[in-house]
């Protein structure tokens, strides 16, 4: 394809585009107000295909192939409507058609009202390429249609009197003949994208064979006259290489490319555009020149073609039954005087410079000549036609009635393919339920009334502009629900370009060349081009998402979590979680961009929990394929599976996974089971979004699309990025992250503007994009949770210090956000009770060891009622704490699912340290009992190979789970391998309303087949100690097994109880009972 950035004569391109299209428009009373309804609303519709730019017709049998009799219509009442060929313009403020607009067209045998067996249509139809002048080089330069290869026109039956080509009138002759006229020819093939990014595909290599040659078919070439041949290559090498360039058996000249770097992330080649002006003299002895490219290699450099584009002049003549023909040379006079040979009386002109008003031009013949006078004020095009022998076009078929130049401007538009609309219809019911107006619109219909029917994105943005316009105040959020390609033609199997995506121009620079859904939010005037500069740079007026899929039942299992989001079931403290996950090197660059981010949550929103998950901070082990982290795949996995409002990645990543270590991968994501504590994922990585190759499934799709756990949502990037860009996109996302808009906490959407807004930097950061609905709002508890007496005593007047093994009593109250108590809340709060901050040193594995905060050291965690908005926590100080009177912090979190409502709060002044004046008594251990996957299990049981341990313990005075104290942590041995003790501190919480008993439920995988005993340890909170023993059987997960089967009671009377164990816990099971 032709890169207008990358073309010297790009901008007089796209100028004369809009001049064409102006002149369009003129006819067609062009207006930013849109007509009310699309002419595609009413009557009956054909839709037919062209793929060359032509006189076409319709006869009687074409008409019975659609499906009409023409025996039974009225052929005056036949209308046809389309746009013309060409892609349409980027700019908002360029000229262009609304809905389609009716072509003047030939009906032979038309005045009697009937359609005879011989009468016929004769219209003229546009390719989707298109041919622009350029003033400057007096050259025709091609655009290939980025989108499409088939242009569309509609046919309507039946309804009104249709337009037909007018005659204008024959003007007297002048001095000026004109006797050549100017032609045009083009060789693009377009088979491989380098990258698979960007807009430019390239056609053939010359790697094996150097020396290629392509053919002109051209009949009735001017001799003596000038051509020009534009010949755009490219090459790939580390040496300087050419292309010598020849047409027939003259020599036209090199082109010289340069050599390119060899890095991963440099550009992956270097183009050269060069035209070349030949006498065609040389060309006298052959009809269809050859132009031959040879490429002189240089080390294992690649050449590749582009485009061979020739401009040339011929005979002025019918050529076959139809010619096209335009002249430069008449630019330079007010009127000429066009002399045609081969010409005969049922030959006619039509004027085509509108193409959407062909006019019948008056001939004076003489013999086989004849001539017609034209004014030359601006260049004029003809065709010449004689016969009825012309092709027809493809019959794509009847299409129903559609208008969506009627539809209200909702608050979410959801674009789609027919494909998916069923399940994207179900997700705007979901959201018109809940308050949200939503439509859905197919890209089949938009591209019918937006685009002449042909794939166009500009036409997508169109129709979104149009409802902005209509309503700025109502449309903030457009979800584009499918799968898109960096091949818009379906070049690749299995393609997955539902509803495509914007790939910019640049084509061969990794960093450089991105996909975009940015390009749809862009609703300003001013916007649309897009230069890939930051003086480029655009500014959303909308929140843009997508839903990367191909197939049903990804879309499905999306939408299912979408309306799983909202439901009681996923209520949770995993709601005032937010997790960051950093990967270590680059002089701990990334490792410092994430503490720097979750210091800012800390600081400004401390009813968030936050976890600092980074790399260097783990043990690493060696592998056949580098260091591996298992402990910090561990550690994620556990935080996935226990649910975060948000987890932040910061590091090296792929389409695949994240990091060199192997932190996080496909097969993890498959095995999450987070089904109704599904976080935002922000990946400020590589690749990890890329969702424009149909050959790979990136892992940024794969966590959105997996059916029973992954993310709500990802704020991820589609190719390879910077860390210093990355940051600055991550530092504005936590900018407006958690601050209210008008009142209400944003929405996807909402972040994903504001943060594209607040980070604009050119090219670089265009490709992060956002999976999931604009229109959700991240799960932010709604109300909040207020302590107002610690001990007995007010909290603001009277504070207190939490000292080590003190009882301590904290009563509050659920509040809205105006300080309202809502006595109609009654639920279940969890409570946790920290000690004050700590300092962490990471290990120094590839730098220096990197030192951080966190506080992280939980002093007690349990659950209490909330009862008409009133709460009280009940719990024993444990005696290992930081003496040292500091800072500690409480956090809240209460749900009332009955109301689908939540709450949180949080108290950062809270003194913590000493020890309490009086101690009781006690030196009794806690009280241990041990199952395996439920509390039905028995000693020696059958489980599976990921079984769940459950430790349920009690004591007077509480479980310690304190990290203060060393070696006195809830922990499991397993089969008494002492390298293997898992600290288990913080799987315990304290069960409702009491904080002398809980449980422990701790999730072990991969355990081997055969007998395995787990040793748990456990603490009170004065540090007396016990440890319990529990023994299981691992049954081999390929086959079902079944053990200690009973029945009871036995012998029975009228009923009975059967009893097994076995190994397929969480899975549906047929059970067939015989009894004889």
């Avoid at 403020?93 to 067209?105: C, F, G, Q, S």
């Avoid at 080509?165 to 380098?194: C, G, K, V």
């Avoid at 018109?432 to 939503?438: A, H, K, R």
């Avoid at 509050?812 to 409570?831: H, S, W, Y």
Wanted: glycine share 8%.
């Amino acid at each position: 394809c032709l890169a207008m950035s990358k073309s010297p004569s790009s901008y007089f391109l796209q100028l004369l585009l809009t001049t064409v299209i102006a002149l369009f428009c003129a006819h067609a009373n062009f207006a930013q107000t849109f007509a009310p309804n699309s002419v595609l609303a009413e009557g009956r519709w054909w839709k037919l295909g062209v793929v060359e730019t032509s006189i076409h017709k319709i006869d009687a049998a074409f008409l019975r192939t659609l499906g009409v009799n023409p025996a039974e219509i009225d052929p005056r009442t036949i209308r046809l409507m389309g746009n013309g060929g060409g892609m349409l313009p980027q700019a908002n403020n360029a000229p262009r058609l609304d809905d389609l607009v009716e072509n003047a067209i030939w009906v032979s045998g038309e005045a009697d009202g009937r359609f005879d067996p011989d009468d016929f249509i004769l219209f003229y139809a546009q390719s989707a390429d298109a041919w622009t002048f350029n003033p400057v080089s007096r050259l025709f330069e091609h655009q290939k249609n980025l989108y499409a290869d088939t242009n569309y026109y509609f046919l309507q039956i039946g309804t009104t009197q249709g337009l037909r080509i007018s005659t204008q009138p024959l003007l007297a002759p002048t001095p000026q003949n004109i006797t050549t006229f100017d032609d045009y020819l083009f060789y693009e093939a377009e088979t491989r994208s380098i990258l698979r990014s960007g807009r430019q595909w390239y056609g053939e290599a010359f790697e094996t064979n150097l020396s290629q040659n392509f053919t002109f078919r051209i009949e009735g070439i001017a001799a003596g006259t000038n051509a020009t041949l534009t010949a755009a290559l490219m090459a790939s090498g580390s040496q300087p290489s050419n292309f010598a360039v020849s047409i027939g058996n003259t020599p036209l000249g090199n082109v010289a490319i340069p050599a390119i770097p060899q890095g991963t992330f440099d550009v992956k080649g270097a183009e050269a555009l060069q035209s070349f002006t030949f006498n065609t003299l040389s060309l006298s002895s052959s009809a269809n020149p050859v132009v031959n490219l040879t490429y002189n290699r240089a080390g294992g450099s690649v050449g590749f073609l582009n485009y061979l584009r020739l401009n040339f002049r011929r005979n002025l003549q019918l050529y076959g039954n139809q010619t096209a023909f335009r002249s430069v040379e008449s630019l330079g006079f007010p009127q000429v005087n066009y002399v045609i040979q081969n010409v005969d009386a049922n030959t006619l002109i039509w004027e085509i410079t509108n193409p959407l008003r062909p006019t019948n031009q008056p001939l004076n013949l003489s013999g086989s000549t004849a001539q017609f006078t034209a004014t030359s004020a601006t260049l004029k095009q003809f065709i010449a036609l004689s016969g009825n022998n012309f092709r027809a076009p493809i019959a794509v078929g009847s299409i129903p009635n559609q208008n969506l130049h009627a539809l209200g401007t909702p608050t979410m538009l959801i674009l789609t393919s027919r494909k998916l609309l069923s399940e994207a219809q179900r997700l705007a019911n979901f959201k018109n339920q809940s308050g949200i107006s939503t439509q859905v619109a197919l890209v089949e219909e938009i591209y019918n009334e937006f685009s002449s029917g042909r794939q166009d994105i500009s036409a997508l943005r169109d129709f979104i502009r149009m409802l902005y316009l209509r309503n700025p105040a109502s449309l903030r959020y457009v979800l584009l629900f499918g799968g898109a390609s960096y091949d818009y033609k379906f070049r690749l199997r299995n393609n997955t370009n539902l509803v495509p995506t914007y790939e910019s121009f640049e084509s061969l620079h990794p960093i450089f060349s991105f996909s975009s859904d940015d390009y749809f939010g862009f609703m300003e005037a001013t916007e649309g081009n897009w230069v890939e500069t930051s003086a480029g740079d655009h500014t959303l007026e909308l929140g843009i998402g997508r839903l990367p899929v191909a197939k049903v039942e990804e879309a499905a299992a999306i939408v299912d979590k979408i309306i799983r989001y909202s439901s009681p079931q996923a209520l949770g403290d995993w709601r005032n979680r937010v997790c960051f996950v950093a990967d270590d090197g680059d002089f701990n660059i990334h490792q410092q961009d994430a503490d720097f981010l979750a210091n800012k949550i800390v600081n400004n929103y401390p009813n968030y929990l936050v976890d600092k998950l980074l790399l260097d901070a783990f043990k690493q082990v060696s592998s056949p394929t580098g260091e591996k982290s298992p402990a910090l795949s561990e550690a994620l996995n556990r935080e996935i599976n226990e649910g975060a409002l948000i987890v932040n990645y910061t590091g090296h990543g792929g389409e695949v996974g994240w990091a060199e270590e192997d932190l996080l991968n496909i097969p993890q994501i498959r095995n999450w089971t987070n089904s109704h504590r599904l976080p935002l994922f922000v990946t400020a990585t590589c690749e990890f979004g890329r969702y424009d190759n149909p050959d790979i499934f990136s892992g940024g799709q794969v966590a959105l699309a997996t059916p029973n756990g992954g993310a709500i949502a990802l704020i991820t990037t589609t190719r390879p990025v910077f860390s210093n860009t990355n940051f600055l996109l991550n530092n504005a996302f936590y900018d407006v992250c958690f601050e209210p808009i008008q009142g209400q906490m944003p929405r996807l959407g909402d972040l994903q503007r504001l943060t594209k807004n607040n980070s604009l930097n050119g090219a670089v950061n265009r490709n992060f994009v956002l999976f999931g609905d604009p229109s959700l709002q991240l799960a932010y508890p709604q109300h909040r949770v207020v302590a107002t007496r610690l001990n007995g005593k007010d909290l603001l007047t009277n504070p207190d210090t939490l000292k080590a093994s003190a009882k301590v009593r904290i009563e509050g109250e659920v509040r809205d956000l105006n300080g309202n108590k809502l006595t109609q809340f009654n639920g279940v709060m969890q409570a946790t009770i920290f000690d004050k901050r700590q300092t962490f040193t990471t290990l120094g594995n590839k730098n220096q060891p990197f030192t951080y905060e966190q506080q992280n050291n939980a002093l007690f965690r349990g659950a209490v009622s909330v009862r008409n908005g009133n709460f009280s926590v009940e719990f024993r100080m444990p005696r290992n704490i930081n003496f040292v009177v500091g800072q500690g912090k409480w956090n809240f979190y209460a749900q009332n699912p009955q109301a689908n409502i939540d709450a949180q709060g949080s108290q950062v002044s809270i003194r913590v340290g000493g020890t309490s004046a009086t101690l009781p008594t006690d030196n009794q251990p806690p009280d241990i009992q041990l199952f395996m996957d439920d509390e039905a299990f028995k000693t020696g049981g059958l489980v599976g190979s990921n079984a769940l341990l459950i430790a349920k313990l009690r004591d007077e005075n509480g479980i310690n789970i304190s990290t203060a104290g060393i070696g006195q942590d809830i922990t499991s041995l397993l089969d008494n391998n002492l390298t293997d003790i898992r600290i288990l501190n913080d799987f315990y919480s304290a069960d409702l309303d009491s904080y002398q008993s809980g449980e422990v439920r701790y999730p072990y995988q991969n355990l081997s087949p055969g007998v395995h005993r787990i040793k748990v340890k456990a603490w009170d909170n004065f540090n007396n100690s016990a440890e319990k023993t529990v023994e299981f059987f691992v049954g081999q997960d390929a086959r079902l097994l079944l053990k200690d089967v009973l029945n009871y009671p036995n012998p029975l009377a009228d009923q009975t109880t059967f009893r097994f164990d076995h190994n397929r816990k969480g899975q549906d099971l047929l059970v067939v009972i015989q009894i004889f």
